[in-house]
Structures are given as C-alpha cells and as structure tokens.
C-alpha cells in the first residue's frame, strides 16, 4: 500500500485520579496518536512517551517532531509500505522506538482493516479473553493506598502491582499482603534502587511476591545479576528490554526470569513477538506491560496479551481505571479480564469526536 499522508493528533486526557511512580505525579495523559492515511485506508496508532523524559529518553514533543521531519517523510517516500517493512524503511533514524512504534502500529493497522484480519489473528492470539492485572501509584498513605487496593479487589483484577520507591516498599507491601490474602501481588521499583538496596530488597521475599520489576537502571544489568542471586522474589527486567537480543542476553546472564513486554518501548508489535517467541524457546514467562495507554493503544496491547507465553496477568486494567472517558469504546472488565477485540485491524472504532474535543494543538499533516 502507499502512504498517503500522516496525521499527528495531539490531546489531554485527564486521568480518574493522579498516578504517581518514582518519576513524578500525572493528573492528565500528554496523548500523541498517529493516523495514517493510505491507498487501502485509514490506520491509528498511539505513542506510548510520557510528556518528560524520565521514563525513557523518548518524550511526546520529542516523538511528534521525529515523526514529522523525519520518519512520516521517509514512509511516504516508500513506494510501497506494510507494517513488516516499516523497521527496515525506518532504521536509519536511531532509537525513537516509541515514535517509530506507534507508526509500526498505525500501518499494521491500515493494513489489518483492508484485509479485515485483526491484531490477534495477526499476532497469533491463542485465547480470546485475557487476565487483568492493575498498577497501583505511590499514594499519599497507607489508609488511602488500602481503600485503592480494596476497590480493585472488588472490581475484580486479578493481579495487583504496588510502584516502590525507597522509603514506600515494606510498609506499604505488607499492608497490601495483609489485606489482599493470596491474591497476585508483585512490585515496581522504575529503576528508583541501587546496589546498595540489596539486602533490603530481599527483605520482601517475605510477602510471596510474583515478582519485582526493574529495580536498578536500565543499563546495569550487572546488579540485577547480583540481585538475582541473593533473593528468592524473581527479578522481571522492563525499561532494559529494547531488543530480542538484549532479552535473550539478559536471561543467559541471569539477570531476569520473567520479562514485561511493552511494544512501545521495543519498537512495535512484531518486535513484541519475536521477544514473545524468544522467551518462550528459553522458558521465561512474559507479561503485557501498560503506559497509561487510551482504548486505542490498548485494543492492541489486549490483542498482544493473548499470545500463548503470555501467561501472567498483565497491566491491561480495564478503560475506567485512568479514564472517565475512553477514545474508543470503552474496556470493560468481565470476572477479571478483558475481551480481545475481533474486529478488523484494532478492532475498535476512534471516538473522533471526542479526539477533537480534547485536542491541545493543532492537527500536523505530513504529506
């Protein structure tokens, strides 16, 4: 197909409550969403960057404008596009994964819908429904983190994930064990430790964890080693995963036993796979990991989950846990999962409406 035109839309959503990690507090979501225009149809993606550079080196503002002088410009020169020549016909621009993901999505989009195949007979989904887990932020107090948890528990999630920081980690996770029972309990440390944390990080092995996730910075892999060795809670690597190789290489190593796939960190949803596919040869459990993402970024995260080595649950939560309203149809969750969509491409419909409506810029149109 040929690329006709892309779209970069740019919007607020604000959130239910404020989500705080070790990066900061979010009262609203900085969107950034692509459409691509093409010679067989519209296709829609959502660049999963935070508004700062203090998850990743990627950001919106710094997304859209790779997008617009670069990336769009090369696709459009493309005499012919599929989402599988996208990393080729982008790879000359370094990184921007983020950036370059959200454009992977919205072709393989297009491209799903003119075929009217969706995301999970694309990706391989072997199931049509997923487990839900959700991602709790560092809150103000224990009563106030307890009364979240609860609601959740009530809502149904099947798996709850505590974000850490030095000085919020035993206190809170014990408080959460003690109210949660056996329920699925892991924890999120967004690179917030060093090594000198690891003898009181193995203090939580004694709340029968699922997991912890990223405790050092993405680049030590060394001390996740370390840490590895010396707890019994396994050690899950996030923001270090980028590649299939760096995952392979960091499960050889013994750095991780269990990886959180984020398609917009390692480039888009075919890079999920092979990593999907990889974890699996080596027998390293997977999971979906979220980023706030609006029903459109989500519809494809979902579709993703339902891959066979996605076995735990994931941060696929339901529309209503960051949102009052949804860009698309609303995710709703059902004895404590989600339904894949079936439809065509996505498999849901943009609220285009509600996109104008919360625009904070103009739309930019490269041509």
């Given at each position: 197909m040929k690329i006709q035109a892309v779209e970069l839309h740019r919007l607020a959503m604000p959130l239910v409550r404020p989500f705080e990690t070790s990066f900061g507090r979010q009262v609203a979501?900085?969107?950034?969403?692509?459409?691509?225009?093409?010679?067989?149809?519209?296709?829609?993606?959502?660049?999963?960057?935070?508004?700062?550079?203090?998850?990743?080196?990627?950001?919106?503002?710094?997304?859209?404008?790779?997008?617009?002088?670069?990336?769009?410009?090369?696709?459009?020169?493309?005499?012919?596009?599929?989402?599988?020549?996208?990393?080729?016909?982008?790879?000359?621009?370094?990184?921007?994964?983020?950036?370059?993901?959200?454009l992977e999505t919205a072709v393989l989009d297009a491209q799903l819908r003119a075929e009217g195949r969706s995301f999970g007979a694309y990706l391989g989904a072997v199931r049509d429904a997923v487990d839900c887990g959700v991602s709790v932020g560092i809150a103000t107090g224990i009563d106030e983190?307890?009364?979240?948890?609860?609601?959740?528990?009530?809502?149904?999630?099947?798996?709850?994930?505590?974000?850490i920081k030095p000085g919020w980690d035993l206190e809170p996770v014990r408080a959460v064990r003690e109210l949660i029972g056996p329920t699925l309990l892991q924890v999120d440390a967004n690179t917030a430790y060093t090594e000198a944390d690891i003898a009181h990080l193995g203090r939580l092995d004694e709340f029968g964890l699922l997991l912890i996730e990223q405790p050092f910075v993405e680049e030590d892999i060394a001390t996740h080693i370390l840490l590895s060795r010396a707890i019994?809670?396994?050690?899950?690597?996030?923001?270090?995963?980028?590649?299939?190789?760096?995952?392979?290489d960091a499960i050889q190593r013994g750095a991780t036993s269990i990886i959180n796939i984020k398609?917009?960190?390692?480039?888009?949803?075919?890079e999920a796979v092979r990593i999907h596919d990889a974890c699996a040869e080596?027998?390293?459990?997977?999971?979906?990991?979220?980023?706030?993402?609006?029903?459109?970024?989500?519809?494809?995260?979902?579709?993703?989950?339902?891959?066979?080595?996605?076995?735990?649950?994931?941060?696929?939560?339901?529309?209503?846990?960051?949102?009052?309203?949804?860009?698309?149809?609303?995710?709703?969750?059902?004895?404590?999962?989600?339904?894949?969509?079936?439809?065509?491409?996505?498999?849901?419909?943009?609220?285009?409406?509600?996109?104008?409506?919360?625009?904070?810029?103009?739309?930019?149109?490269?041509?």
């Open positions: 979501r900085d969107v950034l969403l692509v459409r691509v225009r093409t010679s067989v149809g519209d296709g829609w993606g959502e660049c999963v960057a935070m508004a700062d550079p203090v998850y990743s080196s990627e950001y919106v503002e710094g997304c859209a404008s790779v997008i617009r002088d670069y990336l769009a410009p090369a696709l459009i020169a493309a005499r012919e596009v599929t989402a599988e020549s996208v990393d080729a016909l982008l790879r000359f621009a370094i990184g921007h994964r983020m950036a370059k993901a959200a983190l307890l009364t979240e948890v609860q609601s959740y528990v009530d809502a149904g999630y099947r798996r709850i994930k505590l974000k019994e809670t396994p050690v899950c690597l996030d923001e270090s995963i980028v590649t299939t190789e760096l995952a392979v398609a917009g960190r390692v480039g888009g949803y075919l080596l027998g390293v459990p997977v999971w979906s990991g979220g980023m706030l993402e609006t029903g459109v970024g989500r519809a494809a995260n979902v579709a993703l989950a339902a891959l066979e080595n996605f076995t735990l649950p994931g941060d696929t939560s339901a529309s209503d846990r960051y949102f009052a309203e949804d860009l698309t149809e609303p995710f709703m969750l059902d004895n404590g999962q989600l339904r894949v969509p079936a439809g065509a491409g996505s498999g849901v419909d943009i609220r285009l409406d509600l996109v104008a409506s919360l625009a904070t810029r103009e739309v930019v149109t490269v041509r």
